[in-house]
Structure formats: C-alpha cells, structure tokens
C-alpha cells in the first residue's frame, strides 16, 4: 500500500530554518502529487503547499507563499519542504499526503487527498 513518512521536524529558535522530508513508496506508477499540510491543537488542519512528480509543477496556499519552498528528489522517492525564517506561528504537526488518482496537484483541500502520514511536531521557541 501507499505509505508516507514525514521526518526533519523538532525544536528551533525564531529566525531559524528546518526542512522537512516526506518518503514515499508504494506506487505502482512514477507521476504522483504530495501535498504538506499543517495543523495547529485546536485548529483546523490547513494546505501549505503541492508538487507533481509528472511535471514538476508546483502551488502554494496565498498565506504560504514566500518561506516556503517545496521540491522532490524522484530518484529517492522524497519530497522536501524548506521552511525558513520561522516564526512561533509556525509551530505545528506538519503532515504531507498524496491523492490516489492525481499525478497532478488538486486544490489544498484536505478532503482531496487520500493518503497520510504521522506527522511530525515543528516547535518553533521565541
């Protein structure tokens, strides 16, 4: 089956950098599309950014853009998300997930993607 694993996150200083990794494996075929998410303890779980492994298009959520960038390795079968200047705002369980059908990036509504990872924890410290 598909499976997704997020790894890279933990504990920075505001000002600082993280860049977190999703590993993929389980498709049957080469195009697919990751999406990163965020979801902060009482909030609701919301769209960061998408990469296709088609075309290497890529779309960021209007609040998203400019601290973060997203990429893929496709030989490792690893999309990455670069996160820069962080802010304790950021502070979150940062998840990526993938759409069963699409090799293409659908819109960053959660309800569009079908496979998940964990998560891992960003803790962001003023």
């Known amino acids: 089956e598909v499976q997704l694993v997020e790894s890279g996150g933990g504990l920075v200083q505001a000002g600082e950098s993280l860049t977190l990794s999703c590993a993929v494996s389980?498709?049957?075929?080469?195009?697919?599309?990751i999406g990163w998410f965020r979801q902060v303890p009482g909030k609701e779980r919301e769209g960061i950014s998408c990469?296709?492994?088609?075309?290497?298009?890529?779309y960021y959520a209007d609040s998203m853009k400019g601290r973060f960038t997203i990429s893929s390795d496709n030989a490792k079968k690893t999309v990455y998300l670069q996160m820069s200047s962080l802010k304790p705002e950021d502070s979150a369980v940062y998840y990526c997930a993938a759409p069963v059908m699409l090799g293409t990036c659908p819109d960053l509504d959660l309800y569009e993607y079908d496979y998940w990872g964990q998560g891992t924890q960003v803790t962001v410290s003023s």
């Open positions: 990469i296709s492994t088609a075309n290497g298009n890529t």
């Open positions: 389980g498709f049957t075929f080469d195009d697919y599309a």
